[in-house]
């Protein structure tokens, strides 16, 4: 069993920063792949961000050059940066991760809001 907490969202005016923070429990040594999906109010959950365990790091293009993903392999745990923050970012921030044997496990939720 894998079990994720997550941290660090909040409210923040247009440009501003915020940091979030995952960190994962069991699983050692099988997670693989953990990221951010944001599920905005109304629509779907779509991924924002992963990083594989060896440190290769993907975006979704409107996030590309603002937001930045890092992982502590030892702590099990990944952060997300977010810098230059726009009110479309405004959404709930899920942290998932990928455990080799018992598949994806999602974490409670963040919610992010900016405002304009």
Not at 45 to 57: N, Y
Not at 65 to 91: P, Y
């Amino acid at each position: 069993q894998v079990q994720l907490v997550e941290s660090g969202g909040g409210l923040v005016q247009s440009g501003g920063s915020l940091r979030l923070s995952c960190a994962a429990s069991g699983g050692a040594g099988r997670i693989t792949d953990m990221g951010w999906y944001r599920q905005a109010p109304g629509k779907q959950r779509d991924l924002v961000a992963s990083i594989s365990v060896g440190g290769r790091a993907d975006y979704v293009d409107s996030v590309r050059g603002r937001f930045t993903i890092s992982r502590d392999n030892a702590e099990n745990s990944i952060q997300l940066q977010m810098n230059s923050l726009k009110a479309e970012d405004t959404a709930v921030y899920y942290c998932y991760a990928y455990d080799l044997v018992l598949g994806t496990y999602w974490g409670q939720g963040t919610q992010v809001t900016v405002s304009s």
